[in-house]
């Protein structure tokens, strides 16, 4: 069964400090990774992608992949309460179908 | 603005009625899927179709079908509804020309409840 694990938070950071989202996944022959954000009662909506290992960055966020420990992360600098909300960690692993969600990790920015 | 629009926004039905959610897009792209969101669970995908009349299924497809007889639209049913189906159901796009890698564009949900 690939898994794909997220902290289910809620993670609490102060406006314009840095958020840090994890996540794990068990199949290790996963090729890219995906950070949705959803609001309460909204749909997700794409926010990063990341194929290769490293740090790629876009704005405030930056989404780093580590294949070797399984692990991706996103960064978010600069936390607005705008990014309150959850975050949903996705892994697809080569096929069609083949689109595994974490559970979401909740965040909220305190003003 | 993904061009996709899922009917009925919300829908209250009894057990063993069937249901029908129906999902349209404007753009004719070719991936389409339908998954289930529940709390402590996440989303999963139900069943997915990569063009007119090919669907094939997700991780929690028993109790669903779907359909698509036109590029556009794409149809979630249930058979005989159960409580255990009470979700959010979204329906969502691939973009990409080739195979779908997971970048997905979501409708905005149909929230269904199964009494």
């Known amino acids: 069964q690939k898994e794909v694990e997220q902290n289910s938070g809620p993670l609490s950071v102060p406006e314009g400090a840095i958020a840090s989202l994890n996540c794990t996944y068990s199949d290790r022959g996963s090729q890219s990774f995906f950070w949705y954000r959803q609001y309460s009662g909204k749909s997700p909506e794409l926010i990063m992608f990341?194929?290769?290992?490293g740090d790629k960055e876009d704005g405030r966020f930056t989404a780093q992949l580590n294949k070797a420990s399984q692990y991706v992360s996103l960064l978010i600098r600069d936390s607005q309460p705008s990014d309150s909300a959850t975050y949903l960690c996705a892994v697809w692993g080569g096929s069609q179908g083949n689109l595994i969600f974490g559970k979401g990790t909740k965040l909220s920015v305190k003003p | 603005d993904a061009g996709i629009t899922q009917s009925p926004r919300h829908k209250v039905t009894e057990t063993g009625t069937p249901v029908t959610l129906r999902c349209h897009q404007t753009?004719?792209?070719?991936?389409m899927y339908w998954y289930r969101q529940d709390p402590g669970h996440g989303l999963r995908l139900i069943h997915y179709s990569y063009g007119v009349k090919d669907t094939d299924k997700g991780e929690v497809s028993d109790g669903y079908s779907v359909s698509r007889s036109k590029t556009e639209d794409f149809l979630l049913t249930l058979e005989s509804a159960t409580s255990s189906q009470t979700s959010v159901y979204f329906c969502?796009?691939?973009?990409?020309?080739?195979?779908?890698?997971?970048?997905?564009?979501f409708g905005e949900g149909s929230r269904l409840t199964v009494l």
């Open positions: 990341i194929y290769s290992n």
């Open positions: 969502a796009i691939s973009k990409t020309s080739g195979a779908s890698t997971g970048e997905l564009f």
């Open positions: 753009e004719n792209h070719r991936y």
